[in-house]
């Protein structure tokens, strides 16, 4: 038996190394933010966020070159995304929670998880085989697509467990009432657990902002604005993360320094996401 | 737990609707309607996995029938130049491994954290922790790639891999064709940068897992008189482990598919023999680089088919975590 | 600088402001100009070769503004076999590709689309091999057998005596040679491999050569970054980059031994000098190991791809679309080339051009021979 003096002296090194696992983990952190920021804001200008991007040369000739069309891009496709993926993230999640009943439920759950734990890339492979190949050109609903392939697991998750937040009692209560029960749902559960399906909703969309390889081989890049807005949804576009990667990979400093930018921009975007996702849970876990 | 407010009560029961009692057939197929869109919703989820699995099957089938399954799976030839001969093992092998190492060094310190923010820290501190270890999870892959680049990579190369080669060089010549060429791009490098990517996912599935473990554990090994680390030592993490295994393989598919990270600084080789510190490559990397590449039907085809590999193995490490989970019956193996 | 963007700026406002008046006309006549304007508006859209994309998008870049952004040319560089693959699938409207297309893919294409596809050659590639020893410039003379045994791993240390006979006076040290090459498809392995095939049957049958290889020796660096990267940072290393590149960076390159036993320093004087040879009417050659006396020998095409029918290719919708496109291919050949030195390419020699033009000149849309039109036009031909 060790003495109490030993017990403690071991609950000291324990916790001195639990705090240096801490501080180990979080460093990276603080140090890629700082890189990221220190090295891009440099390139962050009035050009960066007016102009095209255009060839290397312009960049290495010091002519006016930016991003303008990218920030756009990315905007479009993250919406098509967003409006393809909550629908049936949202239903989906409905019938795992309002239907527990249901026959296919266990298998949809086990499908939701695995394709939610699937790789990214597997999912910009699918939007090509099942958009790009029978439209017979690169777009930015394939793109589209393919984000929405990565936020719909996210979201019908975050919508089942929103929904289970709220007590049976409330459904019951609604069904006594003589509500059907598609009306409980729809104006009773739903509205009541909003914050958790925004919450979610959030998560999915930082999570898939963020995503360059499916977009590598769907939204497929471009130098420019198109000149059509349909050349938005039905053409090639370009998009941050799959720039920030041909930049980085480019043998070119000057354009490196605009992946740095790129990077500063795609990281406030998907922080501001996050953020939001995490004011919303606090304000949640404030009015329960 | 009262989630719904007064007000959301009185305007249901105030609802013009029900002034009246509801005609059966708004009742009937409304219910009707509703359940068929949620169910068809629903079903395009497990639509989407079926055709997932089918497109990689239909598109591989050509690369398993020219060198079957087995052959493309062991082979280690990777030839779209003249004898369009592909085998997919360095790949598996890659990934397998560094995404096992990752693990490994992830593993520790994530659960470190998990317990920090469980047991340890004031709940101001560990709210804060908490945050920042999401906001890891939230730093976009290629985010991550361009700083590996830039700057972790050199820096691995200056401070780490060329000491230790120099010394080799000097000392013992024969560790060199292990070490491999020190150019900072390569299989320890992505490692490392995937283990930091794969903590918040350990954290956040370990810290569910201990916020399961009931108070009366913990109340009653600190009424035997255990000192802090003996509580969480002998009551709480015994209680917790399945949940924190289930995690930590998660964890693992995470790091499996990990991709732009590691096709930035994982080196890209595609032969073996894979060193230390020199180039390598996985599955996902292999894809996002060849892909719009290749030419040949062959290729594209034997791409399709490490796809599917890759689904395989993240359709298996998920199963194993769900059965993990419900065998040591403790719930939460839902990813962020 | 700084008044030139005032000015842009005050031009761009005074613009806005007469298009909020002409709204505010509702002048139909203006807004149907607009329309008409916007409409006239045309994307190009083309893909392959990483190598010579500074090259066209620069070009694409300087045709915009030449054309008051009406034609804008999206070039994406997805490697050579992308672009072949893509071309063929037909989601882009030309293709580019350091490889040109093979008996196989023309006869697939005379098949489908009752017409051939043309390789116009743009612009020239040239791979120098590059290398770091220590207390040792550029200038390192090399000959193909040498390169090839290098990259087969027989040569392996810098003071082998077949690196001495070619170097008298050199004082090599008895560093190991560590051979580093492209580990991603690229269109510098193709030329550089195609040299090599040149040169030695045993290479052309046991690694051949193509946008990527199976390497019998040595480590992958990806990219023109990644394989400078390599070479810069392990001594006794030796690579190959394009000349542009090698310049960029002040890597140490080598002159190599042509097939006429002339020692060529690479420069894109000598770079033009390989293609001044007798060119096939389809231009479909590879150079590499040129006989012209004074060309380096490892050098080759880079080909844009089009269909000879253009209204067969599904990713050109109208006839004014296969218009623009000629017109951007004939600009792209003849003024274009003017941008050439500037970025680190070599211009295309006469004879490559008078070839394009006699191919461009059989481009069709339906029964109407628009290549020989615009050519015309301009007075080309």
Redesign the interface.
Same mark, same amino acid.
């Given at each position: 038996m060790k003495t109490l003096r030993q017990?403690?002296i071991?609950?000291y090194i324990?916790?001195s190394?639990?705090?240096l696992?801490?501080v180990?983990?979080?460093t990276?952190?603080l140090?890629?933010?700082g890189? +990221?920021v220190v090295?891009g804001i440099g390139a962050i200008s009035m050009d960066f966020f007016t102009q095209e991007l255009?060839?290397?040369?312009?960049a290495m000739q010091g002519q006016?070159t930016g991003l303008i069309h990218t920030i756009i891009g990315t905007l479009v496709v993250d919406t098509i995304g967003v409006i393809i993926a909550i629908?049936?993230g949202?239903?989906?999640g &409905?019938?795992?929670s309002?239907?527990p009943e249901?026959k296919?439920n266990p #298998?949809?759950r +086990? #499908?939701?998880?695995?394709?939610?734990?699937?790789?990214? &890339?597997?999912?910009g492979?699918?939007a090509f085989?099942?958009i +790009?190949r029978p439209m017979? =050109?690169?777009s930015g609903l394939a793109g589209g697509i393919a984000l929405a392939?990565v936020m719909?697991?996210?979201i019908?998750?975050a919508t089942e %467990?929103a929904l289970m937040?709220?007590?049976w009692s409330?459904r019951e209560?609604?069904l006594a009432?003589? #509500?059907?029960?598609?009306?409980v749902?729809? %104006? =009773?559960i739903v509205?009541?657990?909003r914050i958790g399906l925004v919450t979610g909703f959030l998560?999915a969309f930082?999570r898939a902002?963020?995503?360059?390889?499916p977009l590598?081989?769907t939204s497929?890049?471009?130098?420019?604005l198109? =000149?059509?807005w349909t050349?938005m949804i039905l053409?090639?576009v370009d998009t941050l993360?799959q720039r920030?990667?041909s930049l980085?990979?480019s043998?070119y400093s000057e354009w490196?320094t605009m992946?740095?930018a790129a990077?500063i921009v795609?990281?406030v975007f998907?922080?501001a996401l996050?953020a939001g996702a995490?004011l919303l849970t606090r304000k949640k876990a404030y009015?329960? | 737990?009262?989630?719904?407010s007064k007000g959301?009560?009185k305007?249901?029961?105030h609802?013009p609707?029900?002034s009246k009692?509801?005609p059966a057939i708004?009742?009937w197929l409304?219910?009707r309607? !509703?359940?068929t869109?949620?169910?068809? $919703?629903?079903?395009?989820?497990?639509f989407?996995?079926g055709?997932?699995a089918w497109?990689?099957i239909d598109?591989g089938s050509m690369a398993f029938r020219e060198f079957g399954i087995i052959g493309f799976l062991t082979g280690t030839t990777w030839d779209p130049g003249v004898n369009f001969t592909f085998g997919a093992l360095p790949f598996i092998f890659g990934t397998v491994v560094t995404s096992v190492v990752a693990l490994g060094l992830a593993f !520790?310190?994530?659960v470190?954290?998990a317990?920090?923010i469980a047991e340890?820290a004031p709940r101001w501190l560990s709210k804060i922790?908490e945050?920042?270890?999401?906001?890891?999870a939230?730093?976009?892959?290629?985010?991550?790639?361009?700083?590996g680049?830039?700057?972790f990579a050199p820096w691995m190369r200056e401070t780490v891999y060329m000491p230790i080669y120099s010394w080799a060089a000097e000392s013992h010549p024969s560790l060199l064709p292990i070490l491999g060429n020190p150019i900072g791009y390569g299989m320890t490098t992505a490692t490392i940068i995937l283990a $930091?990517m794969i903590?918040p996912f350990t954290?956040a599935l370990t810290r569910n897992a201990i916020h399961q473990v009931p108070k009366e554990q913990r109340e009653a090994a600190r009424a035997l008189g255990a000192?802090?680390?003996?509580v969480i030592r002998m009551a709480v993490l015994p209680y917790a482990r399945g949940g924190i295994l289930a995690g930590a393989i998660?964890s693992l598919?995470?790091a499996?598919?990990?991709?732009?990270a590691v096709a930035?600084l994982i080196g890209n080789k595609n032969t073996f023999p894979f060193s230390i510190m020199g180039p390598a490559a996985t599955m996902?990397s292999v894809?996002?680089n060849e !892909?719009?590449e290749a030419v040949g039907n062959l290729h594209l085809s034997s791409l399709?088919a490490i796809?599917l590999v $890759? !689904?395989v193995i993240?359709?298996i490490?998920?199963?194993i975590a769900?059965y993990i989970t419900r065998k040591l019956s403790i719930t939460g193996?839902?990813?962020? | 600088m700084k008044t030139m963007?005032l000015n842009k700026l005050s031009n761009l406002a005074i613009l806005a402001g007469i298009m909020i008046l002409a709204a505010a006309c509702g002048g139909n006549v203006e807004r149907d100009a607009r329309r008409t304007e916007?409409e006239a508006?045309?994307?190009i859209?083309g893909a392959g070769a990483t190598f010579p994309?500074?090259l066209?998008? @620069?070009? @694409?870049?300087e045709y915009?503004t030449k054309t008051n952004n009406r034609i804008?040319v999206?070039?994406?560089s997805i490697g050579s076999g992308g672009g072949i693959r893509q071309f063929i699938?037909?989601?882009i409207m030309f293709g580019m590709s350091e490889a040109y297309l093979s008996d196989e893919v023309l006869a697939d294409i005379e098949r489908s689309t009752g017409g051939t596809a043309f390789n116009l050659p743009i612009t020239l590639a040239d791979v120098v091999p590059t290398y770091n020893i220590p207390g040792i410039g550029k200038g390192l003379v090399f000959d193909g057998q040498l390169l090839v045994d290098i990259y087969m791993g027989r040569i392996t240390r810098w003071n082998d005596p077949k690196i001495a006979a070619l170097n008298p006076g050199t004082d090599l040290p008895a560093l190991p040679i560590t051979v580093v090459h492209r580990s991603d498809g690229s269109g510098t392995t193709f030329v550089w491999t195609s040299y090599l095939t040149r040169i030695s049957d045993e290479w052309g049958n046991r690694v051949g050569y193509g946008t990527s290889v199976n390497w019998p020796v040595g480590l992958g660096g990806?990219?023109?970054?990644g394989v400078?990267g390599a070479i810069i940072n392990s001594p006794g290393a030796i690579g190959y980059n394009s000349l542009s590149?090698a310049l960029?960076n002040n890597m140490a390159y080598g002159s190599v031994v042509n097939s006429s036993g002339n020692t060529i320093e690479p420069s894109y004087e000598a770079t033009t000098q390989a293609a001044n040879i007798e060119l096939p009417d389809d231009t479909r050659v590879l150079f590499t190991n040129t006989p012209a006396p004074d060309g380096y020998p490892i050098a080759g095409f880079a080909w844009m791809l089009v269909y000879e029918n253009l209204d067969r290719n599904?990713?050109i919708n109208n006839r004014e679309h296969a218009q623009e496109l000629v017109e951007f291919l004939v600009w792209s050949i003849t003024e274009g080339q003017e941008?050439s030195e500037?970025?680190g390419f070599a211009r295309l020699p006469g004879a490559a051009v008078e070839k394009n033009f006699d191919m461009i000149s059989r481009i069709r849309w339906k029964d109407e021979m628009i290549g020989q039109k615009t050519l015309e036009e301009r007075d080309l031909i």
């Open positions: 017990r403690n071991r609950d324990m916790v190394l639990l705090i696992s801490t180990l983990v979080l990276p952190l140090i890629i933010i890189y +990221v090295n255009g060839s290397p040369a312009r006016p629908p049936i949202v239903g989906a &409905i019938m795992l309002e239907y249901h296919l #298998l949809l +086990v #499908l939701n998880d695995t394709l939610n734990g699937m790789p990214a &890339i597997l999912k492979l699918l085989a099942l +790009v017979g =050109t690169f392939f719909i697991p996210i019908a998750r %467990s937040t709220i007590p409330i209560a609604g009432i003589g #509500l059907p029960r598609w009306r749902v729809l %104006s =009773t509205p009541a657990a998560i930082a902002a963020g995503e360059a390889a590598m081989f497929f890049g471009n130098n420019y198109p =000149t059509h050349g053409g090639p993360p920030l990667y980085a990979i043998p490196h992946g740095w990077g795609l990281l998907v922080v996050f995490q009015n329960t | 737990m009262e989630v719904l959301d009560i305007t249901a029961s609802s609707v029900l009692p509801l708004y009742r409304g219910d309607i !509703f359940l869109v949620a169910v068809t $919703l629903g079903l395009s989820i497990i989407l996995a055709a997932m497109v990689l598109d !520790f310190p994530a470190a954290v317990i920090v340890y922790i945050t920042l270890v999401h906001l890891i939230a730093i976009p892959s290629v985010v991550v790639g361009i700083w680049i830039f700057v $930091l903590v954290t000192t802090r680390w003996e998660l598919g995470r499996v598919g990990e991709t732009m930035m996902p894809i996002i !892909f719009r399709m796809g $890759l !689904f993240a359709i490490v998920n199963l769900a193996g839902q990813g962020i | 963007k916007r508006r045309v994307d859209l994309a500074p066209i998008t @620069a070009m @694409a870049d915009r804008t999206n070039y994406q699938e037909q989601t990806n990219g023109n970054e400078a590149y960029l599904n990713a941008l500037t970025l």
